[in-house]
């Protein structure tokens, strides 16, 4: 890999699904046995949240963002956890995403988003 820390390689990845730098084919990225906690509380597989992407990308919006508050903690060989805040005009969240390095690339195992009240 390049000189970037695991922090600064993440980081680049978030939000996740909201970097089309780094491609529209979002199945690479997310693991087998991917689910995510949405911010309604709701969770959702893999399919759903593909299937999701993909209504997304047929019809896709100018979306306003910002992050900050990112902390990057390692949980095992090659998993780590990355949390982050997440403003967007209509609300603020917290987010957090488990990683896991897939030879050279990284792959989603699993996101939570949690509104800041």
Known sequence: ???MSVLDELRAREPIFHRPELGTDF???VAADFWEI???GRCFDRDYV???LAERQ???AEEIWETSEFR???LAPDLYLLTYLLRQPE????RATIW???GADWQIVFHQGTVVA
């Open 38 to 40: 949405g911010v309604s």
């Open 91 to 94: 609300r603020l969240s917290r």
């Open 100 to 102: 896991r390095r897939a």
């Open 1 to 3: 890999m390049s000189g």
């Open 50 to 52: 593909l299937e999701v």
């Open 27 to 29: 199945a690479p990225m």
């Open 72 to 74: 990057c903690q390692e």
């Open 58 to 60: 047929r019809t896709p």
